[in-house]
């Protein structure tokens, strides 16, 4: 079988952990947190961790930060504007922003997994303006919850 994989430049802080795979099969590579100290996040509060890496993407991919489930499940921890999105020309250190949707604060700890971060090629659109589409479909501008629950 074929396996491809793209090379990302990475520069890390001090101490900062490289992002990891779990398993073979995993999309998604773990992203840890790069702090001193716990930091506690209160029910209904989010906040930006760092963590210490500076990814050099090529141009054609983007970076996506999503939750990662044992979080979500357990902890109600998730990453807020999942999927976050990490361009190719940024150079500045990746943040992660949590937010607490549980009953309980959470801590997250020095070098503790709090996201994945996933490679994802992508293709930039071309906006052209039109007085009408060349179509009609069925959906048509039925919107939320319009094709069923």
Do not use: C
């Amino acid at each position: 079988m074929d396996e491809e994989k793209k090379s990302i430049g990475v520069l890390l802080d001090k101490d900062a952990s490289l992002p990891f795979y779990a398993s073979d099969g995993a999309s998604g590579a773990d992203v840890y947190a790069h702090v001193t100290e716990e930091v506690i996040v209160f029910p209904g509060q989010s906040t930006l961790i760092p963590t210490g890496l500076y990814l050099e993407i090529p141009e054609g991919y983007e970076m996506q930060i999503r939750s990662r489930s044992g979080l979500a499940l357990h902890h109600q921890v998730i990453v807020l504007n999942a999927p976050g999105t990490i361009d190719s020309d940024y150079r500045g250190e990746v943040k992660i922003v949590l937010i607490n949707h549980g009953r309980r604060e959470f801590v997250i700890k020095p070098k503790m997994r709090i996201a994945q971060i996933v490679l994802t090629k992508f293709v930039r659109a071309h906006f052209v303006p039109r007085m009408t589409f060349s179509s009609t479909t069925f959906r048509g501008e039925g919107g939320f919850g319009h094709s069923g629950w």
